[in-house]
């Protein structure tokens, strides 16, 4: 069957893309367009879903993740028999097609994975893609390059990244995400003990040793039948302390180090000049994407969406403007189900901040019983009792309304989460 399915993606020439708008597919759409594929796609956020797209004339179908089976277009394409994939079981037979180079972890996947590329794209010439668009690329999110390799975001969402055939896997932390569809730490560790699994006898494994779920999943490694190698890396690394980044951070240091050991068990390369390229890169879209009005204020649009993360963040621009700059940050939970499980954490996080306001809760995947259980304002309640100055905003309007007229307060206006929040920056740039 995998056979039949790699050579429908490899022969099929008319492919349409349900949800071609998202990160993941519209790299993979890019990628399959330059290599003479004719595609078509809709999303809810530009050509709409309807049956009228899919015809019998369609090689291949291939659906977001976030599409649900009773989409039309999905419907319509059974009716039809055309062959149906996942866009991770897409990218999975796309990977077999390759020397994969797969990136993983909770935190710095895209930042870490754009680093690599940034290393390796003159020397090896790969293909890449990636959860946000980089100005390496043209501000675009995916590379078409002419070797054997492939570099790839590895999300463990509903265990995703089990669809993937790597050959070098890059571990930058493990901290549990994803409550909606994870039962615990255990299950969460599970997923990444199953995806180095799949790894061949001489794949590699460049993991970070100072993180300890990292360490302790690859210690254990020894009941592996194709026991791969290890090369751990961590804060005494002696390229750690030559790196001056242009995006701020601690933990971008830790991504730099992961991509350039990476880049160094994928080829030879010039380590100088590697760190030269390191400390020139951008960053990604949304990763701390900073812009500045005329007015000299800073706005920051920010993806973090987990405890850890919005840490991280704050300290990185804490770090980079100093201690009397006056930071807002505006914060959007992503998903109720997360907000639930994660409360008491979100709560003690802001700490670096002058101010949070969290206008509203981005719903997605969450069942009525958790829209009941938890709401903007009682998250904003519980922060309040560890910070001097948050409030609830009343939704996305209100809240830049309230930024608008108080400007002048703040010196940094940091948006962060990874919903639609990210409009509010629109508005103030």
């Given at each position: 069957m995998k056979i039949l399915m790699e050579n429908i993606l490899q022969k099929a020439?008319?492919?349409?893309?349900?949800?071609?708008?998202?990160?993941?597919?519209?790299?993979?759409a890019g990628i399959l367009s330059e290599n003479g594929k004719t595609i078509t796609g809709s999303d809810s956020n530009g050509i709409?879903?309807?049956?009228?797209?899919?015809?019998?004339?369609?090689?291949?179908?291939?659906?977001?993740?976030?599409?649900?089976?009773?989409n039309v277009e999905i419907m319509a394409a059974k009716k039809f028999n055309l062959p149906l994939l996942s866009y991770p079981e897409a990218l999975g037979f796309l990977t077999d097609q390759y020397t994969t180079i797969a990136i993983c972890g909770t935190h710095g996947?895209?930042?870490?994975?754009?680093?690599?590329?940034?290393?390796?794209?003159?020397?090896?010439?790969?293909?890449?893609?990636?959860?946000?668009?980089?100005?390496?690329?043209?501000?675009?999110?995916?590379?078409?390059?002419k070797s054997e390799y492939l570099i790839i975001e590895a999300c463990e969402y509903q265990r995703h990244f089990l669809n993937y055939h790597p050959d070098f896997i890059t571990i930058t932390n493990i901290e549990i995400?994803?409550?909606?569809?994870?039962?615990d730490e255990n299950d969460y560790r599970s997923a990444f003990e199953s995806f180095i699994a799949r790894l061949p006898r001489n794949g590699r494994i460049i993991a970070n040793f100072d993180d300890k779920n990292v360490r302790n999943l690859c210690e254990?490694?020894?009941s592996l039948a194709n026991r791969p190698k290890v090369l751990f890396?961590?804060?005494?690394?002696?390229?750690?302390?030559?790196?001056?980044?242009?995006?701020?951070?601690?933990h971008n240091i830790y991504n730099a180090i992961a991509s350039l050991e990476t880049a160094r068990q994928i080829t030879d390369i010039n380590i100088d000049q590697a760190i030269k390229k390191l400390n020139g890169f951008m960053g990604a879209g949304r990763r701390f994407e900073t812009f500045k009005r005329s007015d000299g204020k800073i706005i920051i649009d920010d993806y973090?969406?987990?405890?850890?993360?919005?840490?991280?963040?704050?300290a990185a621009a804490r770090d980079k403007f100093g201690p009397d700059s006056r930071i807002l940050c505006v914060f959007q939970p992503h998903q109720y189900s997360r907000t639930i499980k994660l409360f008491n954490d979100f709560a003690t996080s802001f700490g670096l901040a002058d101010e949070v306001i969290i206008p509203n809760i981005y719903q997605?995947?969450?069942?009525?019983?958790?829209?009941?259980?938890?709401?903007?304002?009682?998250?904003?309640?519980?922060?309040?009792?560890?910070?001097?100055?948050?409030?609830?905003?009343?939704?996305?309007?209100?809240?830049?309304?309230d930024i608008q007229n108080r400007i002048n307060d703040f010196d940094v206006i940091i948006i962060m989460g990874a919903g639609d929040i990210t409009r509010l920056t629109k508005s103030l740039i």
């Open positions: 020439r008319k492919i349409h893309c349900i949800g071609i708008n998202g990160s993941g597919l519209s790299a993979l709409a879903h309807h049956e009228a797209n899919i015809t019998d004339e369609l090689d291949l179908v291939i659906y977001s993740a976030a599409i649900s089976q009773d996947k895209t930042t870490t994975t754009a680093m690599v590329a940034t290393i390796l794209m003159d020397i090896i010439d790969p293909t890449v893609i990636l959860g946000s668009n980089i100005h390496e690329f043209g501000d675009s999110n995916y590379r078409c390059g995400d994803h409550l909606d569809y994870f039962l254990g490694l020894a890396f961590d804060k005494y690394n002696p390229y750690f302390n030559k790196m001056d980044l242009s995006i701020p951070g601690h973090a969406h987990h405890p850890t993360a919005i840490k991280a963040t704050l997605v995947r969450d069942n009525l019983k958790d829209i009941s259980r938890t709401s903007p304002e009682k998250l904003a309640i519980e922060i309040s009792k560890h910070h001097k100055k948050a409030s609830y905003g009343f939704g996305l309007d209100k809240t830049l309304y």
